[in-house]
């Protein structure tokens, strides 16, 4: 067995998540590496879940009856743990959204609708890069055709890091928004978000960024990051499907124009106007989806229980042994940086002339479950002129075991392939 400093308990930690446990293919067992596209759920995260539905179903806010008491409780006692998680300055900052796609769009919407000096129209200026999902490219090129405002963006560097050698032009004067990964979902890397941030502000852009791949691995602080919009998403974090997050700094929250109209999101309503409610309620139109918020606050419990310093330490070290033990495969090359330095535990390589997709077959046939394709950034992809990728992508129940059988079910596909 393969000892490494800095790695968790494991087998404890394992103990949590029954799916684990579960065999595949005539009785292989599982080895879980697609942790980037979501992860697997504990008990802890399963039972709340179920007790909610079991013990508190109601809808909140308005009804005035013991379950509608009890469940906007739990559904507001969330938002306070995830403000807490993010050290969020105040509760109120915490928009609950369906996904970290939603929250996105949210702030583009918003900004579309917007009156000055938010508002982005055919006089100013967005800039993304070119390592973004669709979900940080799609909306602002919507955003873009619907007001005429100019998209721009940083290129990378050949070993799969943001190019800010024209900081200066591609952020100007006319920029209104800066949007970018904290952590790429394909490449791993972390970028530099002190001198993204610096520029923005020297310019008075809004800085938003996408945190769908760093909260559920490192310490996430929206305060320290000096970002006006931080997105994330609650099941790649071990919570459920259906919860994200945006949080936004409170002045702007005030000032900008909902996305959604709906129950729930008004203070008055008549046939000719209404008036919305303070923020958060003023995004948060119709039902939200409570049961998901119970689900994800049980999770931050779950996750501040183990603390994110250490499953920060854990993947650095699982991520250092795999980079080297992929690197050693032959015709195998990753795509984005080949250290542990400033990376997230997401690795993507490609092995000689066999298609991704022909890779992912051939290890799920072993029961080691990875990602194939372009990981909804294609332009990755094209930038690297490859026609997709395979991802494994780890978290706080990896271990180097599982990598020892990634890098064997390699020299199966090899071999496999002639």
Known sequence: MTLLPGLLDTEAIRKDFPILDRQVHDGRKLVYLDNAATSQKPRQVLDALSEYYERYNANVHRGVHVL???ATALYEGARDKVAAFVNAPSRDEVIFTKNASESLNLVANMLGWADEPYRVDSETEIVITEMEHHSNIVPWQLLAQRTGAKLKWFGLTDDGRLDLSNIDEVITEKTKIVSFVLVSNILGTQNPVEAIVRRAQEVGALVCIDASQAAPHMPLDVQALQADFVAFTGHKMCGPTGIG???????????LPPFLGGGEMIETVSMHSSTYAPA????EAGTPPIAQAVGLGAAIDYLDSIG?????AHEHALTEYAVKRLLDVPDLR???????????AAISFTLGDIHPHDVGQVLDEQGIAVRVGHHCARPVCLRYGIPA????????????AEIDALVDGLEHVRNFFG
Do not use: C, N
């Open 68 to 70: 509608a008491e009890e």
């Open 245 to 255: 997050v945006l949080w936004g700094r409170q002045e702007l929250l005030e000032d």
């Open 280 to 283: 958060p309620h003023k995004f």
């Open 308 to 312: 994110m310093d250490r499953i920060l």
């Open 334 to 344: 990753i795509i984005g940086p080949t250290t542990a330095e400033e990376r997230g």
């Open 389 to 400: 990728t395979t991802r494994a992508s780890f978290y706080l129940y990896s271990t180097p």
